[in-house]
């Protein structure tokens, strides 16, 4: 799995995932990165307890997160910015999506990263090889979440499965 997630690393790609979790409805997840390191990645019910759909970014200037119009709010888009690029994102404002695509895949290639790995039967709609991941160390703040991730070699990287509780 190592080898799958550092070649993702290297990947500037437009891709699409499931994003699943227990008792809410699967939303589509959309991310873009570009050569330059910038990303940007949408959030349908990101925000406001599902209620507003969003976009995160990451570009020179900061890192952003700008509400989107949709049919239960049409309001024009509109940003705010949270930090310089690399900062992380506040907890209470984080949806945890972006994190395969950003910097789960430096702990994923990490072999010292407190992770228990296994290879997983590949959910609906996955493609390339499936890993369930858990972690092994009691943390306040584990390196990623658990679940099933998924990583096609000719493609992009995917994450599939349940977000832990926080």
Known sequence: MAALAAAAQDRHLVARYTWRVDGTADRLIVFTSANDGSWRMDVPGGALGGTADIALAAIADGLFQCGLPSAARP???????????????PRRLDPRVQHPFTDWLDVLTDRRAPLSVSPAMALPEATGSCYSVETTAASINPPLDVGIYCFDATAHQRRYGRRSAR
């Open 75 to 89: 309001e024009p888009v509109s940003c705010v910015r949270l930090g310089e690029p690399d900062d992380t994102l």
